[in-house]
Structure formats: C-alpha cells, structure tokens
C-alpha cells in the first residue's frame, strides 16, 4: 500500500462500485471495512461478491487511524472484517481463506466454491496464491516506488519474471481461461487488482507496459486471456 492517499484519488468509490457499497450500506452481521482503491481490500470485496455472501461495506481512510477502525483492527491496516458480536479479523489472503472456509458451496449449493475440491488442487493453489503475495505484488511496489532507475528496472525485471512463471503452472487456455482452466478461484483473485493497475498505475507512472509479442510457449498470450476473462467477470466489474 502506498504511504499516503496520491493527492488524485478520489474519496470514495465511483461508477459500478459506488452503486454496489451503496447496495450493501444497510447493517449486516459481516462488516467489510474497506478503503476502495486499495487493492488488497479488492481481493476480499471480489470474494465476497463472487459468492454472494451478505455484507455491509464500511468506506475508512486508513491514513487517520481513527479510534473506531482501530477496535476493528489495532494495525490500522485494511481489509478487516468485523462479525458482529464474534470477532475482527484482518490480512487479505487470510480473509479470503475464512470466507471459504465460513462459507463452503458443500453446505449451500447457491455459494461459489472459490477452492478446487480436489486436495492437491487446493494445495496447488496455496503454492501460486504465495507466489503472488511473495514475488509479484513486492515487485509491483518495488516498480512503483524504486527511487533509481537501477531500482525500477529491477522491479519491472521481477514483476515480468513473476508473472511468466505463474502463467506457465496455468491449465492450458484450451480447457478455459482461469488458472485452474474453466474455474475460477482464489488465484486468480489474488493476482488481478494488481493487473487491473497496470493500465493505470504502471503506465502513469513508469510508462509499464506488458510484451507485445506472445512470448516463449506463448506465454503473454496465454495472460492476456486470463487477463481479459478475469477483468470481466461481474464479480470484479463490481469493484471497479
């Protein structure tokens, strides 16, 4: 997360996503406290939407550190969720991990499994989803805020190096476009608001692009299918 809110973001949510928070304004027993730019706040918000669990969206600048959101979270930090009258919990990946595990598609057949039921498929994904949180995102922010060139183009080294490696562990794109193929799931919800900034964030500021041409085992057009069908999914327009 960056240091400070740029002077530029607006405060609160705009479009698609501002109609959603304000569909989920009303009390609800999981409080998602949530800071709308915030990309870890989108893994969780992609989650929740995708298996339609109730929530309540509680809009909080995490900047100012106030007494109420501290009670939520000592940290400060968001994502947090609050379950009324049961307990606070924080951190992305652990958050993603509670709603599947509170809210399983084995005992409601109307929730999104987000998990493949298969035991080394489920720790597959554990694998890639820690891949994600250790070497792409850290070299997304070393990109963004290296303060050399030597910095910034070791970031933008390791960021591509990241992502070739998770694509080459994707399903072949002949059996569908996400990680596991025709599933969806945390995964890809681990990586996508990061993607979803490149456009925006990284060429703004660092003129970041990705490769033009396909790559070797046409890898960057194997990621700019998984891009295109993850960036239009309901459940993430919904955030945006």
């Known amino acids: 997360m960056l240091s400070s809110i740029p002077d530029d973001t607006f405060p609160h949510a705009t479009g ?3 109609e959603i928070v304000q569909a989920h304004s009303k009390e609800e027993d999981l409080v998602l406290w949530a ?13 929740l939407e995708e298996k339609g669990v109730p929530y309540q969206y509680h809009e909080v600048n995490p900047y100012k550190k106030e007494k109420e959101f501290l009670q939520v979270n000592p940290l400060g930090l968001v994502p947090a969720i609050e379950l009324r009258g049961k307990a606070t919990l924080w951190e992305s990946l652990v958050l993603l991990q509670y709603l599947e595990d509170a809210y399983p598609s084995s005992s409601n057949s109307n929730v999104t499994p987000l998990l493949p039921e298969d035991p080394i498929d489920r720790a597959k994904a554990r694998i890639w989803i820690d891949h994600v949180s250790k070497k792409i995102v850290p070299a997304f ?3 963004l805020q290296g303060q050399t060139k030597e910095e910034q183009a070791g970031g933008r080294e390791k960021l591509l190096a990241g992502l ?3 694509v080459q562990a994707m399903a072949p794109s002949s059996s569908g476009p996400y990680f596991f193929g025709p599933h969806f799931s945390l995964v890809d919800i681990s990586l996508i608001p990061w993607v979803l900034r490149f456009p925006t964030v990284l060429k703004k500021y660092r003129d970041f692009e990705l490769p033009t041409d396909d790559g070797e085992g046409d890898v960057w057009k194997r990621f700019k299918e998984w891009e295109a069908a993850v960036a239009s999914r309901q ?3 919904n955030t945006v």
Request: proline fraction near 4%.
């Open 164 to 166: 070739e490696k998770l």
């Open 141 to 143: 922010y070393t990109f």
């Open 35 to 47: 800071s709308w730019f915030c990309p870890f706040v989108q893994r969780v918000w992609i989650a």
């Open 16 to 18: 698609l996503a501002a």
């Open 235 to 237: 459940g993430v327009l």
